[in-house]
DNA sequence: TATTATTTATTCTATAAATTAGAAAAAACT
DNA sequence: AGTTTTTTCTAATTTATAGAATAAATAATA
């Protein structure tokens, strides 16, 4: 019974959607342009750090590209944990939020 | 921007499926026997106590019930911000896990 | 052409918040 | 008194949050 939280699972989602375009600044960007969510720097590096140590993602660092300029990018993919920590996820909310009665207040 | 965490969403949507039987033990055994989610009784009352210091979840003390015995039980509902968190949660869920691309390993 | 400025990106680290675990206490019935 | 059901309480661990510091590359300027 191991479940990830909610960041690791918007994080996981996003590393998924830009397939080979995903790294710290792109994820944070695509969570506030899609979700509206606001992260800080922290806030996307130090999950990363601990999906990688988990074995839910893997890093590779990036080539230099005729771009402006900075650090070389490290990009993430999902690994098969990774897969199936998501799976897990939507059985959880298929389980949790189908059926539901009418609200009673 | 204020989202709710993985465990407060669960909480959220077990009280709302447990209608009028909500409190801390049928809470945590709904989570066990519908999800296969093993909490710690800390797990329940910690969050279900900052539920009601945030406004999602309002609770009332049960009257004694012709049953064997215990503290009597404390029964929770949610409160239109609660609906509202849930609420959220659905849009954002929809959001992150509608139209992802072929998985690219 | 050096030198400085700007841009893109990650690393690092401290603080706050949430999760986890379970012992202790409470209250009722047997 | 003993047993059962339930909550309260609290300490330790893990996550989240925030942003300064650092790094590395190109662009601008003297």
Redesign the pocket.
């Known amino acids: 019974m191991d479940?990830i939280?909610?960041?690791?699972e918007l994080i996981l989602l996003t590393v998924w959607r830009l397939r080979d375009n995903a790294?710290?600044?792109?994820i944070r960007k695509h969570l506030k342009d899609a979700a509206g969510l606001?992260?800080?720097?922290?806030?996307i590096?130090?999950?990363l750090?601990?999906l990688v140590r988990k074995g839910l993602l893997t890093s590779y660092q990036g080539n230099?590209?005729?771009?402006?300029?900075?650090?070389?990018?490290?990009?993430y993919k999902l690994t098969p944990d990774g897969i199936d920590a998501l799976e897990r996820i939507r059985t959880l909310n298929t389980i949790m939020w189908d059926n539901l009665p009418e609200p009673s207040f």
Do not use: L
């Not at 790294?23 to 792109?26: D, L, N, S």
């Not at 230099?64 to 990009?75: E, I, L, N, V």
């Open positions: 479940i939280t909610r960041t690791e790294y710290g600044i792109t606001d992260y800080s720097i922290g806030g590096y130090v999950p750090d601990r230099p590209t005729p771009q402006r300029g900075g650090m070389s990018k490290r990009f």
